[in-house]
C-alpha cells in the first residue's frame, strides 16, 4: 500500500466524496482534502431538473433534501473541506496545487473530480437565459419560472433539456423544445426506442420541434424570443439551454496529464501517474479489450468509480478495474426511463413485457448475435433491475 501523507480531492461533489469515502473506508489515515470551487457540501444533482424545479424542496439535509453527507459522516471523514475555492493548476512534478488567491497545496496522491459544466451556445447573454448543472443555476431557474413566466424554450432535447421541459409543463407552463437532430436522443437509445422516448413530450403537453438550430435570441436585456435557424421565432419569458455538458479540465492544461474530452485514465481511474486518479463525469477510462475509451455522465458511475479509484490509488497501480454495467434513469412527464448495457449502432431491440403503443410502459431488450447488451425500461421498475442484474452477469459480445 503506498503511503501517502496528503490526499486532495478537487471536486466536493458525488464521485469527489465517494472516493474521500472509499479513502478512509480502506484505512487511509492520512490529511484528506477536499476542494470544491461550489460555496456547498456535496449534494445530489438529479433532482435539480426534476423535484427540485417543481416543488418547494429545500436544498439542506433532511426529506426532500439535497444533501449527500450530514454532520454525523463529515466528523467520520475528517476531512478538511475547502469550498468556495477553485483549484487553479496542478504542477505534479513540485506535488502541488494551486489555488484560487494564489495558495499552494503541497499534496503527494490526487483524486480528480471537477465534473463537467454546460456547453454553451454562441448566444447573446440576456437576463432569463439559463443553463442547469448547479444548485445556484436550479434555484435561479426555479425562480424564474415562478416569477411569472409563461412560455419556456428549451434548447436541446437530451436528458437534461427533457426533463427540464417536463418540470415546466408540470408547473403549467407553456413549453416548446427545439431539438437541432431529426430525433433526440438516437446515439444513447437508437432510432426505435428514441422514438417512443420523443413521444413522451407531447403526451406530457410540451411541443418537441426537431431538425432545427437556433440562429440567435431576441430581446434587448431580457429575451422576449429564440430564433429558429428555419425562420420561425417562438416568444419566450424563460429560455433554458440544455446542450450537453464538456468535462472541466481546463485547470489541468500543463499538468502533463493526457487531456481528450477527460482525463485519460486506465480502467481502474488510474492517470499516468500512480498518484493520480480521476473519477465520474471528467474521467476517461480506458475499455479493456478494446481500443476504445468511455467517459460516462451518469450518477451511478460517477459513485461507484469512487471506491475503485481509492483502492488502486492507495495500491500504486490498478490492481480492481471499473466494471459496472453503464446505467442511468431519467424522470420524465411521469414516467421513469431506466437504461443499463452497452448497445451499439445496429443492435436490434425486443419488446419483452408491455407495449410501447399503449403508453402503459415496457420494457425491452437490445440484442446482437442473439446476446442482450442492454436494457431498456419505461415504468417497469421491478422487472427492469432484474434484467439489468441479469446483464450484468452475461458476458458481452466482443469489444463492449
Ligand atoms: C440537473 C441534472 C440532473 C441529472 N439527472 C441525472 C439522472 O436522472 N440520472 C443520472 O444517472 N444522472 C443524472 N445526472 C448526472 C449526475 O448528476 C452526474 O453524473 C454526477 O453529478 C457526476 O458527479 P461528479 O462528482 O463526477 O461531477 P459533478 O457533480 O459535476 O461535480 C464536480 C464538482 O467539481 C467542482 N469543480 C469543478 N472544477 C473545479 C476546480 N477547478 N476546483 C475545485 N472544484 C471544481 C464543481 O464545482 C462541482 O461541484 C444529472 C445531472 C444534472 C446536472
Request: charged share 20%; hydrophobic share 40%; with cysteine.
Amino acid at each position: 500500500m503506498t503511503t501517502f501523507t496528503t490526499v486532495t480531492v478537487v471536486g466536493a461533489s458525488l464521485a469527489g466524496l465517494h472516493a474521500a469515502r472509499g479513502l478512509r473506508s480502506l484505512g487511509y489515515d492520512g490529511r484528506l482534502v477536499v476542494v470544491g470551487e461550489e460555496r456547498h457540501r456535496p449534494y445530489d444533482r438529479p433532482p435539480l431538473s426534476k423535484e427540485f424545479l417543481t416543488g418547494d424542496g429545500d436544498p439542506g439535509e433532511g426529506p426532500g433534501g439535497l444533501a449527500l453527507t450530514d454532520p454525523e459522516e463529515e466528523a467520520e471523514l475528517d476531512a478538511e473541506w475547502l469550498l468556495g475555492v477553485r483549484a487553479e493548476a496542478l504542477d505534479t512534478a513540485a506535488g502541488e496545487i494551486r489555488l484560487t488567491g494564489g495558495r499552494a497545496l503541497r499534496t503527494d496522491g490526487v483524486v480528480i473530480a471537477t465534473g463537467a459544466t454546460p456547453r454553451t451556445l454562441p448566444l447573446p447573454r440576456l437576463d432569463g437565459v439559463h443553463t442547469l448543472r448547479t444548485l445556484d443555476d436550479a434555484t435561479r431557474l426555479r425562480a424564474a419560472l415562478r416569477a411569472g413566466a409563461a412560455r419556456v424554450v428549451v434548447i436541446g432535447a437530451g436528458f437534461i433539456g427533457a426533463e427540464v421541459a417536463s418540470s415546466c409543463a408540470a408547473l403549467g407552463l407553456d413549453v416548446t423544445v427545439v431539438e437541432a437532430a431529426p430525433l433526440p436522443l438516437v446515439p444513447q437509445l437508437g432510432e426505435e426506442m428514441a422514438r417512443v422516448c420523443a413521444g413522451l413530450h407531447a403526451r406530457g403537453g410540451a411541443t418537441l420541434l426537431c431538425g432545427t438550430g437556433v440562429e440567435g435570441l431576441r430581446g434587448s436585456g431580457r429575451v422576449t424570443g429564440v430564433e429558429l435557424t428555419d425562420g420561425r421565432v417562438l416568444p419566450a419569458d424563460v429560455v433554458v439551454v440544455g446542450v450537453g455538458v464538456r468535462p472541466v479540465t481546463g485547470w489541468l492544461e500543463g499538468s502533463g496529464l493526457a487531456l481528450d474530452d477527460g482525463v485519460r485514465c486506465d480502467a481502474g481511474c488510474v492517470t499516468a501517474l500512480p498518484n493520480v486518479v480521476a473519477v465520474g463525469d471528467v474521467a476517461r477510462l480506458a475499455q479493456p479489450g478494446t481500443v476504445r475509451t468511455v467517459r460516462a455522465e451518469h450518477w451511478t458511475s460517477g459513485m461507484l468509480q469512487g471506491a475503485v479509484a481509492a483502492r488502486n490509488l492507495l495500491a500504486g497501480s490498478t490492481v480492481e478495474p471499473f466494471e459496472a454495467l453503464p446505467y442511468f434513469w431519467s424522470d420524465q412527464y411521469g414516467a421513469r426511463i431506466q437504461y443499463a448495457g452497452r448497445r451499439a449502432p445496429g443492435d436490434s431491440v425486443r419488446i419483452v413485457e408491455g407495449d410501447p403503443a399503449d403508453g402503459g410502459g415496457f420494457l425491452a431488450v437490445y440484442e446482437r448475435g442473439g446476446i442482450s447488451t442492454a436494457a431498456l425500461g419505461i415504468d417497469r421498475p421491478r422487472p427492469f433491475m432484474r434484467l439489468r442484474r441479469e446483464l450484468a452477469r452475461a458476458p458481452q459480445p466482443a469489444g463492449r
